[in-house]
């Protein structure tokens, strides 16, 4: 018996259009759902608004199964929009997670996400500590998704590495700078400035359109991200999908295999310059792999398959709680 088309609404935070004109992970991330679930027939409305903005336009909407919230911050009017609807609730939470000791502000999304009866966490940590706050949630963890095929591939790199992602204080672009400065490692730096941490620009190439880096990021090496907070980077897997090395801390490594050899793991700040050099170093003969490796675990195609299934099960009342 083959299952009827879902009735989906994606929440989004209401702050920068949907699809993206510019910057902005997540919306790139409910588009790429959109249209993929749309493709499989089932119906999938955006809402793109602030929390009583979204509680309004949820109320608008038709019939749903499932109101999916990637808004920590709404979580509690979608679930109120549930509850009338009779649609089912399911959280994402796209917070960076400093887990050894958050933030109040943290704890506060921590508990407000954990509010859903169903969770889709990026990441395995994630759902563990939702499920101590919300021990009844039905859990399975959803990475995130990457467009493989809309990504250049070129199989030689041009030994440089590449920083993209937002100039802020917990992603330390100004130690990588520093780190580098006696060496011969090249590191260009892509994305908006929220901190000043470039003060003379030392090789800032601005904010890439979603056109830019799918064109122009495998003209690079590696990918180097250091971040002091946990979750799953979009822009890791866009650069395996694009036939990058990278170069990452243990909280940006979720979701990824440490075995393989594209992948290097940077556990203390001194070994930067040197993981760096091993990761350009000989990268061109792992370009392919980097990609095929992209191709079947984050491809989109790949995850969609994961997720349509997963809603299915919960609709008919099984599916993970684990």
């Known amino acids: 018996m083959t299952e009827r088309p879902l009735q989906i609404a994606l929440v989004g935070f209401g702050l920068l259009p949907i699809p993206p004109t510019g910057w902005g992970a997540v919306e790139s991330i409910l588009w790429e759902m959109h249209e993929r679930l749309t493709a499989r027939g089932h119906t999938v409305h955006i809402v793109n608004e602030r929390k009583r903005k979204a509680f309004r336009a949820l109320m608008n909407l038709p019939k749903l199964d499932f109101i999916h919230c990637h808004n920590d911050r709404a979580v509690s009017r979608v679930m109120a929009a549930g509850i009338l609807k009779r649609a089912r609730v399911i959280a994402t939470s796209h917070h960076a997670w400093h887990w050894g000791a958050l933030p109040n502000d943290s704890r506060r999304l921590l508990r407000m996400t954990s509010y859903a009866p169903f969770q889709l966490p990026l990441t395995d940590r994630c759902g563990h500590e939702i499920r101590r706050k919300n021990p009844f949630a039905k859990i399975a963890v959803q990475p995130n998704g990457c467009e493989v095929s809309q990504f250049r591939f070129q199989p030689s790199g041009n030994c440089r590495a590449i920083c993209v992602g937002r100039i802020e204080s917990r992603k330390r672009q100004d130690w990588i700078v520093r780190a580098l400065a006696e060496s011969k490692v090249e590191c260009d730096f892509v994305g908006p400035i929220r901190d000043a941490l470039l003060p003379d620009g030392r090789n800032y190439l601005g904010e890439w359109t979603r056109e830019q880096l799918r064109e122009r990021l495998t003209e690079y090496s590696a990918l180097v991200l250091v971040s002091t907070a946990e979750g799953q980077p979009l822009v890791v897997p866009e650069a395996l999908a694009a036939g990058l090395s990278v170069v990452v801390t243990r909280p940006a490594a979720e979701n990824l295999d440490l075995s393989k050899p594209f992948v290097h793991l940077l556990e203390q700040e001194g070994d930067l310059q040197p993981t760096i050099e091993r990761a350009i170093q000989g990268q061109d ?38």
């Open 285 to 322: 003969t792992l370009r392919q792999d980097a990609r095929k490796y992209a191709e079947g675990t984050f491809d989109w195609e790949i995850l969609m398959d994961r997720y349509e299934r997963q809603l299915q099960l919960w609709r008919s009342g099984r599916g993970s709680s684990s």
